[in-house]
């Protein structure tokens, strides 16, 4: 197998940090050639010493002389917005792996797209908010898009063995079929092992994505109105950065992620369905039209996703510890607690609608968690001002860019202005 060259977008973060992790285990599989963050560059100076990539890019160019101060190498320096677009298009990349929190990642994933390079993505914020968009731009350009999101990840090795060597021919008379690739007019050309590759939901019955249910699963609805910021940000089984951690604790994350799923593997938001599993090792599952139900299972680490969406097809053998069955003692499940998680019912609300509504439901959630973080406004304020803010908004079905942009752009004057209005 070749040695993929990868670009990550958010290098800092919990994400970016797990795959420098995942490149330092299987080397030989994995090169990083770029790396970016917001504002750290400090941070990022530290990781880059490490891997020796040879282009950089640090959005915020105020801290430009942080970055070249601390480097002990003279890479290639990209800097603003427009640099990110510029690093994702590398020339020397295979992958670019997105995992920029919110919505920053969407030109520069688009950017890659045109350039002809697979996306291993985990902003699930902008599937969500444009997965529409980037599903069909990966199609045309012949790129393949691989879940990083353990969920989808684990969807993705479930389906896998659905894949099929005639769906070519049958995605490019549907455009709608369930595909992750599907070589339609590809501006490069796709391998031989790659062409014709594609994923039949066609015998999906539904799609079950488990939640860990966050750290207020059990806790009783009287008590959300005081829950502290420092209490929401105690995931029980994940370490991750503080937006989604926030997510997960209102469930607004797999709320998101049903969203994801829709986009991702093209099955409608009717067969995608959420269960509670508090011990994180079944990290989702498909169920077949014949009843039998597929699994992927591994600690609740994201090195094991991350790469495999790096080495996919491939596996490879690493250093992370194997399940001990012997050791793991139950594996439970339930069924959500919708009334006391409205996040849940506003995503799938927002998912079948579609057009606009999805993009949103994410901005004004991103909004609400920063106002929450802030002590703005209470734990269920955050449920509050996405279904004010979605109840609010006139969907434009069938978006382009601009008219996401601008209805998540209206989505965070909506959200602000009612988190203002709450505190009055
Ligand atoms: P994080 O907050 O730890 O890191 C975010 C990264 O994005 C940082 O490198 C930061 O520099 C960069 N960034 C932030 N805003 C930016 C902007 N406007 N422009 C450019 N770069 C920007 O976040 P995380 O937990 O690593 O999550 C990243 C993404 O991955 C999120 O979309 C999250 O939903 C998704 N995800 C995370 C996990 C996890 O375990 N952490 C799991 C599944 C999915
Ligand atoms: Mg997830």
């Known amino acids: 197998m070749k040695r993929k060259r990868v670009v990550v977008l958010g290098a800092t973060g919990s994400i970016g940090e ?5 490149a330092h285990d299987i080397p030989e599989r994995m090169e990083i050639v770029g790396l970016t963050a917001n504002s750290n560059a400090q941070k990022l100076a530290v990781a880059a010493n490490r891997v020796r990539p040879q282009s950089l890019c640090l959005v915020d160019e105020s801290k430009i002389d942080v970055l070249r101060g601390a480097l002990e190498y003279e890479p290639q320096i990209f800097t603003g917005e427009e640099g990110l677009r510029e690093i994702a298009c590398l020339t020397n990349a295979d992958i670019v792996l997105v995992a920029i929190v919110g919505t920053g990642g969407l030109r520069p994933a688009l950017a890659a797209i045109e350039a002809g390079k697979d996306l291993a993505v985990a902003s699930k914020e902008i599937l969500v908010m444009a997965g529409e968009i980037i599903m069909r731009e990966a199609r045309d350009n012949g790129v393949h898009v691989l879940p990083v999101d353990s969920e989808h990840n684990a969807i993705f090795q479930c389906l896998e063995g659905k894949r099929s060597t005639l769906n070519a021919q049958r995605s490019t008379s549907n455009a709608e079929s369930s595909t992750l690739d599907v070589g339609r007019s590809p501006r490069r050309s796709p391998s031989t092992a790659e062409a014709g590759w594609t994923l039949d939901v066609s015998d999906v019955r539904r799609i079950i994505l488990t939640a860990s249910g966050g750290p207020f699963r059990e806790t009783p609805a009287k008590e959300f109105a005081n829950l502290t910021p420092e209490q929401a940000l105690k995931h029980p089984t994940w370490t991750m950065g503080r937006k989604i951690t926030i997510d ?4 607004f994350n797999k709320g998101l992620e049903m969203i994801e799923a829709h986009w991702l593997f093209g099955v409608e938001m009717t067969r995608v369905e959420v269960v509670i599993h508090p011990q994180s090792i079944v990290h989702s599952m498909v169920e077949f039209s014949d009843g039998s139900v597929l699994a992927q299972l591994s600690h609740s680490d994201m090195c094991f996703p991350i790469q495999y969406a790096v ?3 491939e ?8 399940l001990d069955f012997g050791k793991l003692g139950q594996l439970e499940f339930a069924t959500p607690r919708y009334d006391d998680f409205p996040a849940l019912n506003l995503a799938r609300r927002a998912g079948e609608s579609g057009g606009t509504l999805p993009a949103v439901l994410n901005a004004a959630n991103e909004v609400a968690v920063v106002a929450f973080l802030d002590r703005q406004v209470n734990f269920p304020g955050i449920w509050e001002i996405v279904e004010e803010v979605i109840n609010r908004h006139t969907r434009v079905a069938h978006p382009d860019l601009d008219a996401i942009l601008q209805a998540d752009q209206w989505a965070r004057a909506e959200a602000t202005g009612f988190v203002k209005s709450l505190k009055r």
Request: aromatic fraction near 4%.
């Open 315 to 322: 596996r490879v053998p690493n250093s992370l510890p194997p």
């Open 18 to 22: 797990s795959t420098l992790k995942v």
């Open 311 to 313: 080495t996919w097809p």
């Open 248 to 251: 997960s604790a209102t469930l």
